[in-house]
């Protein structure tokens, strides 16, 4: 264990890695050790692969897409080896329920994939206990005939919050959702969400506690810094949620360097875990937005800004203006036209899969603002005196933009008529949802994985009560159908706008988009929505959270039930008959791949009357009575409210920062 020691004394201790690091950096340097915090460091002057053998970047075009080639003999070997079981498992014993005989699909299965939009905490919560319901190996929710769907699923998405439960369940070797975020009393603690991401002792910054986790955090980034890389507010940022949502941290030694606390898991290294080998999980993708280099944007970004996706095995965009992807393993390397810039040598272990998921969560740029001397919510002088300490202690360990996630760009030289970053050598990533689109559809619907079924977990927070109105999807839509209409799937019908979608009540319930193709094969995917809303029953929602255990609690039972009830119109009960209903949705297109094409069976032909969009006549909120659209606390007597980090009431998430950056300031002025 390593002692908490007087900052003198860690001033030293820097200064020794920085001399090891850079004694080191030279030479091919073995893979992180995982024991360290110092381990977030990427390796350096790694030797490259042959580049007269091996490229490094796969170019196409949106007219000729391809996968990367381990991403297809995944999902194929998932789909030969897993999910007919998995179909069978789930639908098989239901055939009187939902009206078909399995074998007449002759194996012809729907291909499915799950979206998990963003929203901090708040979103990373929904979508684990929104999982849970759909999980077959919850009895409860297999009972209820939705447990299931996760196991059919070859892809799932996620983005910011989302991005979050995504990456705890893969580094977590993908447990029970309830025992990932709360323990299981064994081997799991859970998220500990009690303790705050940024100061978790509480609100005392120089308690020792806090100087700590400060020193910890301080250490990662200056560790990678010593090897040359630029850091930003992201690198801080990834440490604090890799504490709670890698697999290193518990209640006992969250104060220590004990474990590295998830510096060193690397997200190419997710082949690796068990799971995965058996095939039991979806092809995971996290989504981040790329800020055109150099434009100091402070504002959301406009629909053509290039989008990024995240996989196991590259950095990739499948966006018509780059249709480009980076072997992942060496992200982290400058390359021009596919060449490493630095002769033979490469970076490995820049992926840290605690920085991937603060890349697709980094919204500094919306927070702080540094071209106008601001920082939101704050007042102007408070703004001021902030940013001019965080400019001037921060310029120190690094180069470049302060408020983004600064990559290295392997696309330079690439596509230069249309990419925008093309003569670029850096990338700037940013939130997922920089551009408006909150749920990570795009990965979902590029024409070449041939998507049928898109389940969207929906925990954004659009209103003002944090509830969704259908922006993330009707955002989507509208890009797919100008920017990626020669790349990507078309979006099925929806409401015309956000209010018409509030009005449909659609966005509180749930709900299947494109039951009714008028193509063969189908035009687009069907869209099972599955929104966060107010309980059916009356009960207080408790969405907006302050995260003691009690909140945690409440609100995962409080999604699962919804998740797993559908809705009774004019009712304020559950729907006995949902689970069926969701079957049907899931197997629906698969009807499509059978010659003759399968009749629709009557009972979901009932099913479909009661939960598909009909944009010719659009059901009506007054469907759904005795709705309470307010946040009540339960818990009153509980630690000091939490938002999740992208709402504008977080001055102790902000206060957390400026302490670390203030010990940041101190220790750089010592060297």
């Not at 978790?200 to 400060?214: I, M, R, T």
């Amino acid at each position: 264990m390593l002692p908490l020691v007087p900052w003198s004394r860690l001033l030293l201790w820097l200064s020794v890695v920085f001399l090891v690091s850079h004694a080191t950096s030279q030479d091919s340097t073995p893979l992180p050790s995982q024991n360290s915090v110092t381990d977030y460091a990427p390796s350096t002057n790694v030797e490259c692969p042959d580049f007269s053998t091996t490229s490094l970047i796969r170019v196409f075009t949106p007219e000729d897409q391809t996968l990367h080639p381990d991403e297809v003999a995944y999902v194929n070997q998932r789909a030969r080896l897993v999910l007919p079981d998995a179909w069978q498992s789930w639908l098989g014993a239901n055939e009187t329920g939902h009206g078909y005989n399995l074998s007449a699909f002759q194996g012809n299965y729907p291909k499915v994939g799950m979206a998990i939009p963003g929203g901090g905490l708040r979103a990373a919560l929904y979508g684990a206990a929104c999982l849970s319901g759909l999980d077959a190996r919850n009895d409860s929710a297999k009972a209820a005939g939705t447990g299931g769907l996760l196991q059919v699923a070859s892809y799932l998405s996620g983005l910011s919050g989302g991005s979050w439960v995504t990456g705890s369940m893969y580094f977590n070797n993908w447990p029970m959702l309830n025992d990932m975020v709360l323990g299981n009393g064994k081997e799991m603690e859970g998220w500990l969400l009690d303790f705050n991401l940024a100061s978790p002792d509480g609100v005392d910054l120089f308690s020792d506690n806090n100087q700590a986790f400060f020193g910890s955090v301080l250490w990662s980034v200056m560790a990678k810094s010593a090897q040359g890389i630029d850091t930003s507010l992201t690198d801080p940022w990834a440490r604090m949620i890799s504490y709670h949502f890698l697999n290193q941290t518990n209640r006992a030694n969250f104060f220590t360097n004990d474990t590295a606390h998830g510096a060193g898991q690397l997200w190419s290294n997710i082949p690796l875990i068990p799971a995965y080998q058996q095939f039991q999980t979806p092809f995971p993708i996290i989504v981040a937005d790329s800020r055109p280099v150099g434009s100091n944007l402070t504002t959301a970004l406009s629909p053509d800004s290039t989008v990024f996706e995240i996989t196991p095995l590259e950095l990739a965009s499948y966006d018509p203006n780059l249709s480009a992807g980076m072997n992942l393993t060496y992200a982290g390397t400058h390359l021009s036209n596919g060449m490493a810039v630095n002769g033979s040598a490469c970076v490995t272990g820049f992926d840290q899969a605690g920085f991937i998921m603060g890349t697709s969560a980094s919204l500094f740029n919306q927070i702080l603002d540094f071209a106008r001397n601001k920082i939101s919510d704050f007042a102007p002088g408070d703004g001021s005196a902030i940013l001019y300490v965080l400019s001037r202690q921060l310029a120190e360990v690094r180069t470049r933009a302060d408020d983004v996630a600064n990559w290295p760009s392997p696309f330079n030289g690439l596509k230069s008529t249309t990419f925008q970053d093309s003569d670029k050598e850096w990338l700037e990533l940013i939130d997922g949802a920089s551009n408006q689109e909150n749920v990570p559809y795009g990965p979902l619907f590029v024409r070449e994985r041939n998507l049928d079924v898109i389940v969207t977990i929906e925990g954004s927070a659009d209103d003002s009560n944090n509830w969704p109105n259908g922006t993330g999807p009707l955002l989507s839509a509208r890009r797919q159908s100008t920017i990626l209409r020669s790349s990507h799937q078309q979006f099925p019908p929806l409401p015309q706008d956000a209010q018409k979608f509030v009005d449909a009540g659609v966005n509180a319930r749930a709900t299947f988009f494109g039951c009714n193709p008028t193509q063969h094969p189908p035009e687009y995917p069907l869209v099972i929505y599955l929104p966060n809303a107010p309980p059916m029953n009356g009960d207080d929602p408790v969405t907006k959270l302050s995260y003691t255990q009690k909140h945690q609690e409440l609100f995962l039972s409080q999604v699962y039930t919804n998740t797993v009830s559908g809705f009774s119109p004019n009712k304020t009960i559950p729907d006995p008959n949902f689970g069926t209903c969701l079957q049907c949705a899931a197997i629906d297109r698969g009807r499509f791949k059978v010659k003759p094409v399968i009749a629709r069976s009557a009972n979901c032909e009932k099913c479909f009357q009661q939960y598909c969009f009909d944009p010719a006549n659009p059901p009506s909120r007054s469907e759904l009575p005795g709705r309470k659209q307010v946040f009540v606390d339960p818990d009153p007597q509980g630690l000091g409210k939490v938002e999740n980090f992208f709402t504008r009431n977080e001055p102790t998430l902000i206060g957390g920062f400026i302490g670390f950056f203030a010990l940041l300031g101190l220790l750089i002025g010592g060297l």
